[in-house]
């Protein structure tokens, strides 16, 4: 069965990660209506701001995943999961792609915590040393594997395109991914010495 057993400190970095969100956004509406300059959601301290939630949520992402399925993966539940999560970031693409001429989202936080969960369930039971090393690989690929040749739209979602596509929520494969392994490696770790 899935374990059901709540964290309290699990719990309560995911509210604040999701109360960081609330006040990143709120820049993107201070932005709008004109009460700080152009781009101040996107450039700078804010850009950080921005990397450091989404390496929050990717982050617990791997730790929620070696928690759940501790003994054995539970194919059932992680279906159920999987499906709402994808399910959920395919009609953001499809809701902002309806109604945005640039920037629609089609590889945001929730595509990759999808994609995250999917390919971390290879690293469940690998050694924790392993996964960080693959992880390192992942978090690193972009700064040397970056090409005009991955700029095409069908290949954006990997991260690895010369330009950034346009995008109001870009969280590609790479470097990404290395984020909700790290949470993975580092769950490992916690369980092997009594932590969780």
């Known amino acids: 069965t899935l374990n059901t057993t709540r964290i309290p ?3 309560q970095l995911r509210g604040l990660a999701l109360a960081a969100m609330a006040t990143y956004h709120f820049t993107w509406d ?9 781009g101040t959601a996107t450039a700078g301290p804010m850009k950080w701001y921005a990397r450091a939630i989404a390496s929050t949520f990717l982050i617990l992402a791997g730790v929620s995943l070696v928690l759940a399925h501790r003994e054995r993966i ?5 279906g159920k999961r999987f499906a709402l999560v994808a399910g959920a970031a395919a009609l953001i693409s499809l809701g902002t792609w309806s109604f945005m001429d640039r920037g629609f989202i089609f590889f945001g936080i929730l ?11 290879a690293f ?10 693959v992880a390192a690989g992942m978090i690193a690929a972009p700064l040397y594997l970056r090409s005009a040749a991955f ?8 991260g690895l395109s010369g330009i950034d ?7 590609p494969v790479l470097p990404w991914t290395g ?12 369980v092997q010495r009594g932590v969780f």
């Open 9 to 11: 400190l699990i719990d």
């Open 30 to 38: 201070l932005e709008y209506f004109r009460y700080v300059d152009p």
């Open 74 to 78: 539970n194919w059932r539940g992680f």
């Open 111 to 121: 595509h990759q915590i999808a994609f995250g969960s999917l390919i971390g369930l």
């Open 124 to 133: 469940l039971r690998l050694p924790f040393l392993i996964t960080l090393l």
């Open 151 to 158: 700029d095409a739209p069908f290949w954006c979602w990997l």
């Open 165 to 171: 596509p346009p995008s109001n929520d870009y969280v």
């Open 179 to 190: 984020m909700v392994l790290i949470g993975i490696a580092l769950a490992r770790l916690a």
